[in-house]
């Protein structure tokens, strides 16, 4: 196969799809993501935000082809025809997985999508497409699920992932707010390859991109706070979610005790501690390697110094209830920080 295909696109206007894209995008397992929206319930909020995995998907190939390209030029790396498609597959097929409703189904405590990746990439027509491609499932399933080893591999799951890039950009766009501006292009130029923290080779940032980076971790925090946690997003998400444990005992007993039916209370109160975290080497000028993690990131940027205040400020304890009751906010806070077996001694 030597031909390929141009798309447009509303985020990045041309993206180019190889021969290897093209070989599986018409695949069942592809084109179900054209049904699956990117943002779940937002689009209840934000009208516009009705876009799929498919077009995320399509973004995040073509990020990775640019990143791929571009680290090339610079004689950052030197890969092989299949090394190549691997990556830019991997990219193409990290959503696979993915379930309807964004992760509101991983939220009540569904396998996570990466792991249902593994089903879509060893079975069916997508499986045959792969092989007749030379492109290892197990390989490409190593590279989505964070388990590879492959220098560029940060290029797929990693603080600095294509997946990160398209989807804050995209939904953002979507959304028609201007929470998600990051500078992609600077970002893509910035990267290298430098000894991560075990000392073997892996996707780096270079000093000159630090501003950029900075701009995609306020990006992520704004849309957390604006759009992904939007009170009404979540009020959807909420009781889209059947959680038959703990939560949903707490719920139907606070619930008995305001005068509501049981499954007219819920809770929500979400989590994403990992939200402003960093790990990838940082190139300085003078060639010397440090690593953005932890305390060596707050050095280099200003945001990781406040992130856990940042966090705090982004989440926020609500009770939606399907009816009139008065819930005492005190009461409610006083639960939370309870031990996990007082609470459900307390919910019985």
């Given amino acids: 196969m030597t031909g390929f295909e141009v798309v447009r696109d509303p985020l990045w206007n041309n993206i180019r799809l190889d021969p290897e894209a093209l070989a599986v995008i018409d695949t069942p397992a592809v084109q179900r993501l054209r049904y699956v929206r990117q943002l779940g319930h937002a689009f209840l909020v934000y009208p516009g935000a009705t876009h799929s995995r498919f077009e995320h998907a399509l973004g995040a190939y073509h990020l990775a082809r640019r990143a791929l390209a571009q680290l090339e030029d610079a004689s950052d790396a030197c890969l092989d025809g299949p090394e190549r498609a691997r990556h830019k597959l991997a990219a193409l097929l990290h959503d696979i997985g993915h379930y309807p409703f964004s ?13 249902l990746a593994e089903r879509r990439l060893l079975h069916g027509e997508l499986a045959e497409q792969l092989a007749r491609l030379g492109a290892p499932a197990a390989e490409l399933l190593a590279l989505i699920q964070g388990r590879s080893k492959a220098p560029l591999a940060g290029l797929v799951s990693g603080s600095l992932d294509v997946d990160k890039l398209d989807y804050l950009s995209r939904d953002a766009w979507m959304c028609g707010v201007p929470y998600g501006v990051i500078d992609v292009d600077r970002l893509l130029t910035s990267l290298t390859v430098a000894p991560g923290a075990d000392g073997r080779p892996t996707v780096a940032l270079h000093e000159k991109g630090l501003a950029s980076l900075e701009s995609l971790l306020f990006a992520k925090y704004q849309m957390y706070r604006n759009v ?26 606070l619930a008995r005790d305001v005068g ?26 003078d060639g010397s390697v440090t690593h953005l993690a932890g305390a060596e990131a707050a050095a280099h940027l200003g945001l990781p110094r406040v992130a856990a205040e940042l966090y705090r400020s982004a989440r926020r304890l609500r009770v939606f209830v399907l009816g009139e009751a008065r819930v005492e906010a005190k009461r409610i806070a006083e639960l939370v920080m309870l031990p996990r077996e007082a609470v459900a001694a307390w919910a019985g």
Avoid: C, I, N, Q
Wanted: charged share 30%; hydrophobic share 45%; net charge negative.
């Fill in 260 to 285: 509501l039916e049981p499954g007219a209370l819920f809770l929500d109160f979400p989590a994403k501690p990992d939200m402003l975290a960093l790990d990838l080497p940082l190139v300085k000028r």
């Fill in 103 to 115: 992760h509101a189904l991983e939220e009540a405590g569904l396998p996570h999508h990466e792991r």
């Fill in 228 to 253: 992904y946690w939007h009170h009404a997003v979540r009020s959807a998400t909420a009781m889209s979610a059947d959680d038959p444990g703990l939560v949903e005992r707490v719920e139907d007993r």
